[in-house]
């Protein structure tokens, strides 16, 4: 590791979306100076998209935080050295639990795009202090499909699109938000093979819309009644695998029954599709040898989300296409991202938890009362609630109302202004990281990234400010951590059978587990690698987890497994599944999908009743807030330099909306909606339909440039969203269907 010119090419990861491409860089100083895709990465395998090539404006920037800082009584903040600051954090911490307790401690974040290794860290310090409700991006997506997931079979399913003859996309643009391996490679792939078939269902014309055989260009928000009406063609015209069903499924007479009373035509209709097109697109699906399936916000942000992924799931299920090549897959896990468990209730709104995870938008409704249970103090590591959660005022009146907030990050967001300490992390190129985002079938991999930089002076990694602050707390007895220090010495045989010993003995030890394995088998790693301890011991539940496939990815052990992903510096494959291993991945007794659900065919009796829009007349379009773009990523980029295209953000809108409106592409306009109102320059669209428009996710964040000047471009969409507006069933936020009002602003 070297911060002058290197001609060196370091394997590292881009860190911009869930896939983490292998990437290999040179520097200069302390910057990217050339980036491409990493051949010997086993997943990516030297591709990547043009984000990566940008990535030097995350490394450097100008808004990066470099000394831990406490907020005076008059809002401003001063520098304080590292021992003040965790001396102070943990003490006031074990005040607010002495006082209130310790569930009344909330966690929010836990790592962006592929920062996820130090989170990991984060449990040993909360459990020590009994905090146990926490939070992050994906309880603003995901946690009605993991709902959903965990009554069918248990686990997550991903379609194997490399090899798909049908690949359906709901409410997901690849061609931009990639998500899968190779992205766009594939979607080509698909495109150019006239064997192969795309479906796309989608109400926005996207790029992998235009590339499509079928799209379905429902009218916003009505997602719903076409999935039905494609899981009711299938029914209805006998195109059901009922071999499959009869041998792998349990309830699906009664889910056949509940389509087989679905009028095609009437939801055809509801949902703007041509009927015929649609029956298509179901028979092309039936007649395929493989069928992939990928839902996205699209449908996981709007009006019947949950439903959604039921409904989007019966499209494989009832063809029979799971655990065959191109088809539906479960897969292994590093570690899962949702914590394991029934869904449980927020202590003040009586809100789902679902996958440990409390649903983002009830949070401020969680702290903005004077409940005796609501939460009084608040840890945000690399996340901005205070941008990304709806209703961006409520959120920061609920951190304004709390007697605590830390913040972790390596920029000064809009969150850590709010705080009463942050402290400054390394860059995710100074440290050890990984990404737990491993959700390939049938060879699974993972990547642990040296770092490239030694980090940035006054910053620390994750997890040593984490085993800092449990340190502060005095919670764990140093003499109990002694044994295990020699025994790592010795070896990883030795360390395994003492440190089984002594998790089983001492409880101290069993509740703070990242901890333990980084201030015991840390130190024996090589140099900057001591944050990569946590991943021992998940080498070692995948071995006892997947024997099999971990001996068929090479590896004869966990700790063989472990060796490889220290040393494997482009990554390793840590499972290699057969095809019919996925059967045996379905966490029930009788290892068969359970696909009666009985509050979601409720559900879907409902929707002949359900309207498919919530506009008024006062709020006529439907606005989805944050669209992502081919010059948009996540938040962790704040320089907008880094924008090639529309750099203020712009508004989307219909040709027929901007007739009707008065708008000019290029012109400005002022978007309204029930939380608040923007102005923003309009891009007159022909991707949008009209009643529908659409502003850019990663705008509204503030940005210093290098003559000291504040400049906020675009529109923070999160100003125009609501906290109420949210799916029933997993609290999930309709980001996607946010009803709006657009006017035209006079120019002078």
């Known amino acids: 590791m070297t911060e002058q010119k290197s001609a060196v090419w370091q394997p590292t990861a881009c860190i911009l979306c869930e896939c983490n491409c292998g990437i290999v860089v040179q520097t200069e100083g302390r910057h990217l100076a050339r980036i491409r895709g990493d051949k010997d990465h086993p997943g990516s395998q030297g591709y990547t998209c043009n984000k990566a090539l940008r990535l030097d404006h995350y490394q450097n920037n100008r808004a990066r935080l470099t000394s831990p800082l406490r907020r005076r009584a008059d809002g401003s903040f001063e520098e304080i050295d590292w021992d003040t600051a965790i001396a102070e954090i943990a003490a006031k911490f074990a005040d607010v639990r002495d006082r209130h307790g310790g569930d009344k401690i909330f966690y929010y974040g836990g790592g962006g795009q592929g920062n996820h290794l130090g989170g990991a860290y984060s449990g040993a310090f909360l459990k020590a202090l009994g905090a146990r409700y926490r939070s992050n991006a994906l309880a603003q997506e995901k946690t009605g499909e993991g709902w959903v997931d965990a009554q069918l079979y248990g686990g997550h399913t991903r379609g194997e699109f490399e090899h798909a003859e049908v690949a359906v996309f709901v409410g997901k643009n690849p061609w931009m938000s990639q998500s899968f391996p190779r992205a766009r490679v594939v979607l080509n792939e698909i495109a150019k093979d006239p064997i192969r078939s795309m479906i796309v269902l989608d109400p926005v014309l996207t790029d992998t819309a235009k590339m499509a055989d079928y799209h379905l260009r429902v009218k916003p928000g009505t997602d719903a009644w076409c999935l039905a009406a494609l899981a009711a063609v299938l029914v209805q015209e006998n195109l059901c695998d009922e071999a499959f069903l009869a041998d792998h499924v349990n309830g699906a007479d009664v889910v056949k029954a509940a389509l087989a009373e679905i009028s095609v035509a009437d939801y055809a209709a509801r949902s703007g599709v041509d009927e015929e097109l649609l029956r298509a697109a179901a028979r092309r699906i039936a007649a395929a040898g493989s069928v992939a399936v990928f839902e996205d916000l699209g449908v996981q942000q709007g009006p019947n989300s949950t439903l959604c992924s039921y409904l989007n799931k019966m499209l494989w299920i009832l063809t029979g296409n799971f655990a065959k090549r191109g088809g539906q897959h479960l897969h292994s896990w590093m570690a899962p991202l949702f914590a394991p468990g029934g869904v449980g209730r927020t202590p003040v709104t009586g809100a789902p938890i679902i996958g440990g995870l409390t649903p983002s938008n ?263 807030a944050g669209e992502r773009r081919a010059d948009t990523a996540n938040d962790i980029i704040r320089d907008p330099s880094w924008r090639r295209r529309d750099r203020d953000g712009a508004l989307r809108i219909s040709v027929a909306d901007a007739q009707q409106l008065g708008l000019v592409d290029g012109g400005r306009a002022r978007v309204t909606t029930a939380a608040g109102s923007a102005e923003a320059t309009v891009e007159v669209s022909e991707t949008m339909q009209p009643g529908h428009a659409a502003l850019p996710n990663g705008f509204g964040l503030d940005y210093t440039d290098a003559d000291g000047r504040v400049h906020v471009p675009g529109v923070a969409p999160n100003s125009l969203t609501s906290s109420d507006w949210r799916d029933a069933f997993a609290g999930t936020p309709w980001h996607k269907h946010v009803p709006a009002r657009v006017e035209a602003i006079a120019t002078r």
């Open 362 to 624: 009830v949070v401020p409704q969680e702290i903005l009362t004077d409940h005796p249970d609501r939460f009084r103090a608040m840890i945000v590591e690399s996340s901005n609630p205070a941008h990304s959660i709806a209703d961006s005022t409520a959120m920061r009146a609920a951190l304004e109302a709390l007697e605590l907030v830390v913040v972790i990050d390596v920029a000064m967001t809009e969150t850590a202004r709010l705080a009463h300490y942050v402290l400054p992390a390394a860059s995710q190129f100074e440290k050890v990281e990984a990404t737990f985002f491993n959700l390939e079938f049938p060879h699974n991999n993972f990547q642990l990234r040296h770092p490239i930089f030694e980090p940035a002076a006054g910053t620390l990694p994750e997890p040593e400010i984490w085993a800092r602050l449990v340190r502060a707390l005095n919670y764990v007895d140093d003499g109990d951590l002694e044994p295990l220090r020699r025994a790592a010495r010795q070896g990883r045989d030795s360390y395994a059978q003492a440190f089984l010993t002594a998790v089983a003995t001492v409880p101290a030890l069993a509740k703070t587990l990242p901890y333990v394995l980084y201030e015991t088998l840390g130190p024996t790693l090589p140099e900057g690698l001591a944050g990569a301890a946590a991943l021992w011991g998940l080498a070692q539940k995948v071995a006892l987890t997947y024997p099999e496939a971990l001996a068929r990815a090479g590896h004869a052990d966990g700790n063989a497994l472990f060796d490889a992903i220290l040393t494997q510096r482009s990554g390793v494959t840590f499972t290699a599944h057969e095809y019919a291993d996925d059967f045996g991945l379905i966490s029930h007794a009788d290892h068969k999908i359970a696909v009666e659900i009985p509050e979601l065919l409720a559900e879907l009796r409902k929707l002949p009743a359900t309207p498919p829009q919530f506009t008024t007349a006062e709020f006529p379009l439907v606005l989805a």
